[in-house]
C-alpha cells in the first residue's frame, strides 16, 4: 500500500502538482484582478512553473510568486497594456473587414491581422519570460522578445492556441460556466501555461543560456 499512497509514490506525486497547479492559478486570476496588472501576474506564474519543470514538484512558493509579481510590474505593466489596447484594435480592425470587404481583400486583411496578433502575444510571452528570469529589465529585452517572436514564430502559433484555448469559457452558456466554475479557478489558466512554459524552455535555453544558468 505504501508503493500507491506513499509521499514518494506517483499518485502522491500527481496529488501534490495538481495542488500546486491550483494555487498558482488562483494567485494568477487575484493578481490580474486590475487587468493592468496582469502581464506581471503572467510574469510571476512563467517563472513558477519554470520552477516547477527544473525542480519537480513540491517547489512553489507563495512568497516567491509574488516577489516575481512585483519585480515584474515596472516592464510588464507597460508592455501588457500596450498588447491588450493593440490586440482590441486588431479584433475591431477583423470585425470591420469581415463586415465590409470580401474574396481575396477580405482574406489578405485578415491574415495581416492574425499574423500581427500572433506576433504581440509572442512578444509578450517572452517578455514575461524574460521578465520572469532577469533580475533588472532593459529595452533590450523588448527587442529580443520581438525578435525571438519572429525566430521562433512556429511555436509561438502553437503556445498562442494554448494561451487563448482559456477565452473558450467566454463561448459558454451561463449555465455551463457555473458548473466549470470549479476547474476555471482551479486549473484554468495554469495548466496550458505549464505546457507553454515547457516548450519555451526548450527553444530559449539554447539561444539564451545566460537566462538558465542559476540552474545548472
Known amino acids: 500500500?505504501?508503493?500507491?499512497?506513499?509521499?514518494?509514490?506517483?499518485?502522491?506525486?500527481?496529488?501534490?502538482?495538481?495542488?500546486?497547479?491550483?494555487?498558482?492559478?488562483?494567485?494568477?486570476?487575484?493578481?490580474?484582478?486590475?487587468?493592468?496588472?496582469?502581464?506581471?501576474?503572467?510574469?510571476?506564474?512563467?517563472?513558477?512553473?519554470?520552477?516547477?519543470?527544473?525542480?519537480?514538484?513540491?517547489?512553489?512558493?507563495?512568497?516567491?510568486?509574488?516577489?516575481?509579481?512585483?519585480?515584474?510590474?515596472?516592464?510588464m505593466i507597460p508592455i501588457g497594456t500596450v498588447i491588450l489596447v493593440c490586440c482590441i484594435g486588431l479584433g475591431f480592425n477583423v470585425n470591420y473587414v469581415l463586415k465590409t470587404m470580401e474574396g481575396t481583400g477580405r482574406i489578405l486583411f485578415c491574415g495581416i491581422y492574425v499574423v500581427l496578433f500572433l506576433i504581440l502575444s509572442g512578444i509578450f510571452q517572452y517578455s514575461a519570460f524574460i521578465a520572469a528570469k532577469t533580475e533588472k529589465w532593459n529595452k533590450d529585452e523588448l527587442k529580443n522578445s520581438f525578435l525571438l517572436a519572429l525566430a521562433k514564430f512556429p511555436l509561438v502559433i502553437l503556445t498562442t492556441l494554448l494561451t487563448a484555448s482559456v477565452l473558450s469559457v467566454l463561448m459558454m452558456s451561463v449555465s455551463l460556466m457555473l458548473r466549470m466554475l470549479p476547474l476555471i479557478l482551479l486549473f484554468w489558466f495554469s495548466c496550458p501555461a505549464y505546457v507553454c512554459v515547457g516548450l519555451h524552455r526548450r527553444a530559449l535555453k539554447p539561444l539564451l543560456p545566460e537566462l538558465f544558468s542559476e540552474e545548472d
Open 1 to 75: 500500500m505504501k508503493r500507491f499512497f506513499g509521499t514518494d509514490s506517483p499518485l502522491f506525486r500527481f496529488m501534490t502538482i495538481l495542488l500546486e497547479l491550483a494555487e498558482i492559478n488562483l494567485l494568477f486570476i487575484l493578481c490580474s484582478l486590475p487587468v493592468v496588472t496582469m502581464g506581471a501576474s503572467y510574469a510571476a506564474m512563467t517563472d513558477s512553473m519554470n520552477e516547477m519543470h527544473v525542480h519537480g514538484e513540491g517547489c512553489f512558493s507563495a512568497k516567491r510568486f509574488f516577489q516575481v509579481f512585483k519585480k515584474s510590474l515596472k516592464p
